[in-house]
């Protein structure tokens, strides 16, 4: 298959079950033992990291917020024993992508993985048709075709999941979106996903996007949308 997975966790018997099962689905898989080991390793041609939390020296939401600032969006799927709101708050602000509990059915990682694969697969190259044109207003760019966005011709990087909720709100305006529908559509129906975490990746947008984070507008009780001039954008 295309692009290999990185596995990090520091017990040695997981990440030999996660190479054992996903090298027999046919995916190509590397494995660090440390968050340090994975700065090292992790590359152009990694698809996903399979990242556990809980590691000595460099924990897994620390790798993903390096990984992050250095403009890397590779999909990040977190394992941990951990499961508190706060927790998985943190996880999806730091720009993961997925995040599965210890002890966890292998079966559902593959599930998981095969979904963060495909979903990554669709942004970078969009059907014809399917989005691909490039949603312009003033100084805003988004481009389907291959998930960037620019501000005044500056590339900003946005992780997977604020680029899907930007790219949404532009395909979508002027309607308005419930969180619960940009939760479906973005993260699809999972349980363990919540409602503010809509919330937390709007307001890291706002941050990124500067002059232009304004246009994201919520209205209490019934969702986001984008006010913009009609007559200013172009595309979608």
């Known amino acids: 298959m295309d692009g290999r997975i990185l596995v990090v966790d520091d017990e040695r018997d997981i990440c030999d079950i996660l190479r ?15 968050g340090e080991e994975a700065l090292g390793m992790i590359s152009g041609i990694h698809r996903l990291v399979i990242l556990d939390v809980m590691m000595g020296g460099i924990s897994g939401f620390e790798l993903a917020e390096r990984l992050r600032r250095g403009g890397n969006p590779v999909p990040v799927l977190f394992l941990t024993a951990r499961s508190a709101e706060d927790d998985l708050l943190t996880g999806f602000s730091l720009g993961g ?10 079966k559902e990682v593959l599930v998981r993985v095969r979904a963060l694969l495909k979903r990554t697969l669709h942004v970078r190259a969009p059907a014809e048709g399917e989005g691909a044109t490039v949603w312009r207003f003033r100084g805003l760019r988004i481009d389907p075709a291959d998930g960037r966005v620019r501000v005044d011709g500056v590339e900003v990087s946005l992780t997977r999941k604020e680029f899907e909720i930007l790219s949404l709100l532009a395909r979508t305006s002027p309607q308005m979106l419930p969180r619960a529908e940009i939760l479906h559509r973005v993260w699809g129906d999972r349980e363990f996903v919540l409602d503010r975490t809509v919330d937390v990746h709007i307001t890291r947008l706002r941050k990124k996007l500067g002059d232009y984070g304004g246009i994201i507008v919520n209205r209490s009780g019934f969702g986001y949308y984008l006010h913009v001039d009609a007559e200013e954008v172009t595309g979608g």
């Open 20 to 34: 054992f099962n996903l090298e027999g689905e046919g995916y190509d898989v590397d494995v660090a033992f440390s």
């Open 97 to 106: 992508d997925d995040y599965v509990s210890k002890p966890f059915s292998v």
